[in-house]
């Protein structure tokens, strides 16, 4: 049974500019991606931080894991350097399959989870 402390209050709530499946532009690095999740805020180390996050955007801000187009790497973006895709046109990643089953008016639709 959930206690009131585990519960998320009105200032737990974080409002986040993307959602899975949304298709995004990295404003320093210009790639395109698609976004795979989103943590409310920065879950990596810090040691993560220091050595990759230059710019060092917020922390207790939305960071987004991203699937790069035409290529096999994943990214760990804040949302700061994130802008909507300007195209609707599909990405090509290795993984797509592995999290989305179709391509559908410029957004990806999730696979159904695993019961």
Same mark, same amino acid.
């Given at each position: 049974?959930?206690?009131? /402390?585990?519960?998320?209050?009105?200032?737990?709530?974080? /409002?986040?500019?993307?959602?899975?499946?949304?298709?995004?532009?990295?404003?320093?690095?210009?790639?395109?991606? +698609?976004?795979?999740?989103?943590?409310?805020?920065?879950?990596?180390?810090?040691?993560?931080?220091?050595? +990759?996050?230059? /710019?060092?955007?917020?922390?207790?801000?939305?960071?987004?894991?991203?699937?790069?187009?035409?290529? +096999?790497? /994943?990214?760990?973006?804040?949302?700061?350097?994130?802008?909507?895709?300007?195209? +609707?046109?599909?990405?090509?990643?290795?993984?797509?399959?592995?999290?989305?089953?179709?391509?559908?008016?410029?957004?990806?639709?999730?696979?159904?989870?695993?019961?």
């Amino acid at each position: 049974m959930a206690t009131v /402390s585990d519960r998320a209050t009105v200032t737990d709530i974080v /409002s986040v500019k993307f959602s899975i499946g949304d298709l995004v532009h990295h404003r320093l690095f210009d790639y395109r991606g +698609v976004i795979v999740d989103v943590d409310q805020n920065f879950q990596a180390t810090e040691e993560w931080y220091n050595a +990759v996050a230059r /710019s060092r955007p917020p922390k207790n801000k939305p960071w987004y894991h991203v699937l790069v187009h035409d290529s +096999v790497h /994943s990214t760990y973006v804040a949302e700061q350097n994130l802008e909507p895709d300007g195209t +609707v046109e599909p990405i090509n990643h290795p993984m797509l399959g592995h999290f989305f089953f179709k391509f559908e008016n410029g957004k990806y639709v999730r696979n159904e989870p695993f019961i």
